[in-house]
Structures are given as C-alpha cells and as structure tokens.
C-alpha cells in the first residue's frame, strides 16, 4: 500500500475480526520494551484482540519490518527464493546476522531510519480510522522519543509498557545499555508501566492486556 506521495506505508498486522464501532476519545500509541524472548509480541497480539473484541481498530507495528522489507528486496534482485518471515529455525539463525549487521549499518547513517519510517505508518494509519497503534519492539531511547514525539505532536496518548519474563535476561551487554538507557529516559507526558511474568503465564498476560484495554476504552489511562 502507498500514501499519496508515494511513501511506502509498512506492512502492519491488524486484528482479522476488527470493526470500529467504538471511537475513543484520544488516539494512543503503546510502546512495548523488553529482553529478547520477555514476551512483547504475546502481550502485543493480546492487547490487538483486546482492543479488537471492543470494537476499536487496533494494529501492531514494527521497527524491523521495514529492514526486513529491505532484505527481502535484496533477495529478490539476486532471485534468491528465501523469505525473510521464515518460521524455520536454522533458517532464522542463518539469516539474523545479516539482519543485524544491515541494522546496524543504517542505524550509523541515520539513528532514527526505522523509527521514522514507523512514525510515519502510524500517522497515516491513524489519519483512515486507526485507533490504537502497538509496537512491540522498543529497544532504544530514540525510537521511544520518536514514538513520544508523534504523540505530542498529534495530541495522542502515549504509554510505555516494559515487559519482564522471570528467568529471562538481556542477550549481550548491548541489549542491557538500551533498554537500561530507554528506561531511564523520561517522559512526563507519558504513562509508563512495569510488568513481571512468569514463564508462559499466557492467562496473565491476557488478563492484563483486558486490564489496560478497558483503561483506555475508558477513557482511564492509567491505574496507579
């Protein structure tokens, strides 16, 4: 899909039953941070069907699927028949550090090249009925200050949820240095909210995502 003037709109994931027939009275951007394998993607397709069961157009964005469309184009130039979303294990291993080294290779030309490219998503989104944008892979003070901009700027809500999976810890020390650095970073205008898990408490995770789902429906954005 494209905007009017032909910027690429990113690939989102909206819930297959949503119908608005709710609208709220704010827009919200919900921002999810966490180690690798903490749960951000489970608490993000939650609080989509929640928002969705509701009636209110919710969609899940991401940082990386722009740099996965990226990939995918350059396999397609070389006609190299491998899709980037494989669910296959050694093909996903085999596959990250080109992913990663890429990122990072761009991230050193322009810190905010994903981040932008997201905000810009949401903001179209949200411009043709969206309600609810959720992006379950924060990882670094940049692109939450990216996401707390947009936000401001428009007037939406923004929330930052940091997800904890008991047992689980960051991968390197790089990983440690960002999410330590975006938590420390501060946003008054912001709701920020810290959970813990244990391993595949999946019932939990739901039972929050309803919690925080109704806050916002609501109208209340928080729960101290």
């Avoid at 990939?71 to 980037?84: H, K, N």
């Avoid at 179209?124 to 901009?149: C, S, T």
Wanted: glycine fraction near 6%; include cysteine; charged fraction near 30%.
């Amino acid at each position: 899909m494209d905007k009017p003037n032909g910027t690429l709109v990113l690939n989102v994931k909206v819930c297959a039953e949503c119908k608005t027939f709710l609208i709220m009275n704010k827009k919200h951007i919900i921002g999810i941070s966490g180690y690798a394998r903490s749960g951000k993607d489970t608490l993000a397709d939650a609080l989509l069907t929640e928002f969705c069961h509701r009636g209110v157009c919710a969609s899940k964005f991401k940082f990386a699927n722009i740099l996965k469309k990226a990939i995918a184009r350059s396999f397609e130039v070389v006609e190299l028949p491998f899709s980037i979303d494989t669910e296959n294990t050694e093909e996903k291993t085999a596959v990250r550090p080109l992913m990663v080294e890429f990122g990072k290779f761009c991230r050193s030309r322009d810190k905010d090249i994903f981040a932008k490219r997201t905000v810009d998503a949401i903001e179209h989104l949200f411009r043709i009925g969206n309600q609810v944008a959720i992006v379950p892979d924060l990882r670094y003070e940049n692109e939450g200050a990216l996401l707390h901009e947009c936000a401001k700027r428009n007037g939406f809500g923004y929330h930052h949820i940091d997800i904890e999976r008991k047992g689980t810890f960051a991968a390197n020390q790089e990983e440690l240095d960002s999410i330590e650095a975006l938590l420390d970073a501060s946003y008054k205008e912001a709701w920020f909210y810290g959970i813990s898990f244990s391993d595949r408490d999946i019932a939990g995770i739901s039972m929050w995502a309803a919690g925080i789902a109704d806050n916002l429906v609501n109208n209340r954005e928080h729960t101290k």
